[in-house]
């Protein structure tokens, strides 16, 4: 029975994943301009594992041993994390901006988010999501002992309004 409910979880976290899509989309904050080489599929190809891709989406599983910095990288899609396991303790360092929009090289002693950790652990856990517009290049420190996991959902193609006039959509025959 718990099996099932945690079966039934991920399954409602993905619908939400693919709802809360277009939220995503609309909360871009970052105007990706970075070279290809600096995408996490790219750029950290052993913590950003590709479990299916098409032209809308790309779902990647993402693993972060503990106590290790993954490479720097960034995401250019708006996409959907969903949690199954509670997330260790990290530090998140930012590539910060210039002012020509290029970026400086990360230092992990400047302006890098504090320690936290998203979920607290407790005897049962229930998968969570959240939503993500683009991310700038970034890397992040594992300070827990045990390893960072989540699924993520990047969304790289939205139809948006457009689907209003759609009468069958494109895929689908």
């Given at each position: 029975m718990h099996r099932v409910s945690l079966i039934l979880g991920?399954?409602?976290?993905?619908?939400?994943?693919?709802?809360?899509?277009?939220?995503?989309?609309?909360?871009?904050?970052?105007?990706?301009?970075?070279?290809?080489?600096?995408?996490?599929?790219?750029?950290?190809p052993k913590i950003h594992k590709v479990l299916f891709e098409n032209d809308h989406?790309?779902?990647?599983?993402v693993t972060v041993p503990a106590g290790t910095t993954e490479p720097i990288h960034g995401h250019k899609y708006p996409s959907v994390f969903a949690f199954d396991a509670v997330q260790p303790k990290l530090k998140d360092?930012?590539?910060?901006?210039?002012?020509?929009?290029?970026?400086?090289?990360?230092?992990?002693?400047?302006?890098?988010?504090?320690?936290?950790?998203?979920?607290?652990?407790?005897?049962?856990?229930?998968?969570?999501?959240?939503?993500?517009?683009?991310?700038?290049?970034?890397?992040?420190t594992i300070l827990d002992t045990f390893p960072q996991h989540f699924y993520r959902l990047e969304f790289k193609k939205m139809d948006g309004k457009s689907v209003e006039k759609m009468t069958h959509y494109p895929n689908q025959d």
């Open positions: 991920f399954v409602f976290a993905l619908v939400v994943a693919f709802v809360t899509g277009a939220w995503a989309q609309q909360t871009n904050k970052v105007n990706w301009h970075w070279p290809d080489s600096m995408d996490a599929v790219n750029s950290a989406i790309r779902l990647l599983e360092h930012q590539l910060e901006a210039s002012s020509d929009g290029s970026g400086n090289p990360l230092d992990p002693n400047s302006k890098a988010q504090a320690p936290h950790r998203l979920f607290e652990k407790s005897d049962w856990y229930a998968p969570q999501c959240i939503t993500m517009g683009p991310q700038a290049p970034h890397q992040v």
